[in-house]
């Protein structure tokens, strides 16, 4: 993610949007924000005529994307939400006459002053390959989400950087482990603690970052370079 972090630019963070949707061959990729002060952002590849009549026609207010995500914490398939209303459905249907695939993953985030913000990729094709897929990237993809928040945050005009914690060195060595993939057990392990100690050595570090879970932590201590992978 060394472009993302080196974009000084909205165009820049846009740049990276289309490299990251080629690199995982996917449809579109999209992150969007609404920022403390009401302003909103986006960058991504959907058309600039979907963008168009995405706002003519005011679908933020029947988006069941929006609003699914605005209600959760977690990540969220499409398939889980509700499009059994008749103006979701025809949103579905338009959507798709403008290039919106059939399949998408959206990554709610919430910042430090009630800013909202949503990372998503879409794509066509059939159940199995998108579960495939999503299985296979969905903890790069939170990584990425949080990565593309924290450059927006840095664009918010009179943001005033939070004062930071520093990581004690067995936070840094847990958070470390777990970015590079270990689990829980095997980050124990490694560093020859109970498990228990561990969720401590977690849970201090993920406060001290303002982070919402363990994933939001690492996103956050390798965006601010406090650990190297």
Not at 7 to 21: C, K, N
Request: proline share 4%.
């Amino acid at each position: 993610m060394s472009a993302l972090e080196q974009a000084v630019t909205l165009d820049g963070m846009q740049i990276v949007s289309d490299e990251l949707r080629n690199y995982y061959a996917v449809d579109h990729l999209v992150y969007h924000w609404v920022d403390s002060s009401g302003d909103q952002y986006g960058c991504g590849t959907y058309s600039p005529e979907w963008q168009q009549k995405y706002l003519e026609e005011n679908y933020l207010r029947i988006d069941p994307v929006v609003q699914g995500c605005f209600q959760r914490f977690h990540p969220v398939d499409w398939k889980q939400l509700d499009w059994s209303s008749k103006a979701a459905r025809e949103f579905l249907k338009v959507s798709a006459e403008y290039g919106v695939g059939n399949q998408g993953f959206s990554i709610p985030i919430r910042g430090p002053n009630g800013q909202f913000a949503m990372f998503t990729v879409n794509h066509s094709c059939d159940d199995d390959i998108w579960e495939s897929f999503t299985v296979e990237h969905r903890r790069d993809l939170i990584l990425i989400a949080h990565y593309f928040n924290e450059k927006a945050l840095e664009f918010e005009p009179g943001r005033q950087p939070g004062q930071q914690q520093p990581l004690s060195p067995r936070e840094i060595d847990a958070m470390t482990l777990l970015a590079i993939g270990y689990s829980r057990a095997q980050v124990a392990n490694s560093l020859s603690i109970s498990e228990h100690t561990l969720r401590v050595y977690i849970e201090s570090a993920r406060f001290k970052l303002g982070a919402l879970n363990t994933t939001h932590a690492v996103a956050r201590a390798l965006s601010r370079g406090l650990i190297v992978i």
